[in-house]
Structures are given as structure tokens and as C-alpha cells.
């Protein structure tokens, strides 16, 4: 048995691509009108379709939350279903740095990794043993980025303040941490680490990257939970399809 698949019980994680809603009409506010709108969902098809032949992954989908008064979440979902390592490997490659850098944005710090478990599906059985169920931890790499191009007063104005977060889940692998990737390997040497991965017969059948970008919300805390309620929030764990 593939050692590396010893720990996988079946369960893959996916985001459901969400449906796109109406734009909000701006209207001055009342006390009719004064509740918060509800999010504003915008599907990125051509985002989505520049990415997957450099990726290659198998599906994914991009898109964009507008939360109303400057915020919103960009969101990233790509999916690998029996691909090669090389491909896995390279899902751990792409950090925040290049892609934001890339499109003019700076870096400003590298925070701590934060931690979010997925409960167990419905009527999963216990892990072996029965102490705990089934559940999925993902290491999400926090990484605060400032955005030069939005004109406002203020050099550090909300507008200008990225949150991003990125987890990469692998099938078979617990905690893997995208800075760090899989066993404590820095993946800065792809050749070396596929020499490796062929070595260990490395050959996870499924792998997937979540991520997303909080703008407008500078404070770490409430961007994280802004994120958990309206993207982690809809994370699913289930069985792929045959």
C-alpha cells in the first residue's frame, strides 16, 4: 500500500461553485433600507480558464463576493483528481506572493498559518479506535498584502489592506501546510522532490487548493472570520464519484 494513503478514508473536500446573483442597486440609505444587503456573488469563468492549463487541474471554479461598502472576497478553488505528482507538487508552488506581486500588489507581512477543521460528514464512522471522528484540518497560510492602486486618503486606508489565505489539502496527507508542504519539505526544488515522490511511490489521487483574498476588512481577526462564514462555510466533504 502507498504509505502516503494510509490516513485516506475516502472523503474529498470540494466548494461548490455558488450561483451568481444580481448586482446591488445603490440606493441612499433609510430606515427601511438600513439592514446589510446580501452579498453580491459574481462568477469569474475566464479567470477560472486562464489558470487550469498552467495548473492543470481537473475543475475548479473562480469568483467574486461583494459584501457592500469596499469589501469583498475573491475566491479560488482547484480541484486534482487522479493526477500526476508533478501536478500535486505544483499546486504547493504557487504561493500569494507571486500571484498578488504579479498583478501589482505589495507584500506587507506573513502572519502565522490559521486553523480550520471541517466536521465529519453525516454518518461517517469514527476514526479507528472511535476517539474522534472523521474530521479534516486545513492549514490556511495567512499573508496581509497592501494594494497601491486604490486611490484613497489614506496610504493604509481599508480599500488598500488584502487578506489572503491559502490551504492546499492532499489526500492521505494530515496538516499540510502550504509554505511548508508535504513532511516538513520546503518546495522550492520541485526536480529533487519529484525524484523523491517517485522514490516513496507518492501518488495521491486527489489534491485541492482553496483561497481567497478579504479586501476592505484591515483587522486579521474579522477578515478570517469573514472568510470562514462565507467561504469556508461552504466547504463539503464527500465520496468522488466512480
Given at each position: ?240 464519484a466512480p
Amino acid at each position: 500500500m502507498n504509505p502516503d494513503m494510509a490516513g485516506f478514508d475516502g472523503q474529498v473536500i470540494e466548494l461548490p461553485p455558488p450561483t451568481s446573483t444580481p448586482g446591488r442597486e445603490k440606493e441612499p440609505p433609510t430606515r427601511e433600507t438600513s439592514a446589510p444587503s446580501p452579498p453580491v456573488i459574481t462568477a469569474l469563468p475566464e479567470i477560472y480558464q486562464h489558470s487550469a492549463p498552467m495548473l492543470r487541474c481537473s475543475h475548479g471554479h473562480v469568483h467574486h463576493i461583494d459584501l457592500g461598502d469596499g469589501a469583498g472576497i475573491h475566491v479560488a478553488f482547484f480541484a486534482w483528481d487522479g493526477a500526476d505528482t508533478g501536478s500535486v507538487l505544483e499546486a504547493f508552488r504557487h504561493m500569494p506572493e507571486a500571484c498578488m506581486g504579479a498583478i501589482g500588489l505589495q507584500l506587507v507581512s506573513r502572519e502565522p498559518p490559521v486553523i480550520h477543521t471541517l466536521p465529519a460528514p453525516d454518518g461517517h464512522p469514527p476514526r479507528q479506535g472511535g476517539r474522534n471522528p472523521a474530521s479534516t484540518t486545513l492549514v490556511f497560510d495567512h499573508t496581509v498584502f497592501h494594494d497601491p492602486r486604490a486611490t484613497t486618503a489614506h496610504p493604509f486606508a481599508p480599500a488598500q489592506v488584502i487578506h489572503a489565505f491559502r490551504a492546499v489539502w492532499v489526500a492521505g496527507v494530515e496538516n499540510a501546510d502550504p509554505r511548508v508542504g508535504i513532511r516538513g519539505r520546503q518546495f522550492t526544488h520541485l526536480r529533487s522532490i519529484r525524484l523523491d515522490a517517485a522514490r516513496s511511490r507518492f501518488r495521491p489521487p486527489h489534491a485541492r487548493v482553496i483561497q481567497g483574498a478579504v479586501r476592505g476588512i484591515p483587522d486579521p481577526s474579522l477578515a478570517w472570520q469573514t472568510f470562514e462564514q462565507h467561504v469556508l462555510g461552504q466547504v463539503r466533504q464527500s465520496r468522488p464519484a466512480p
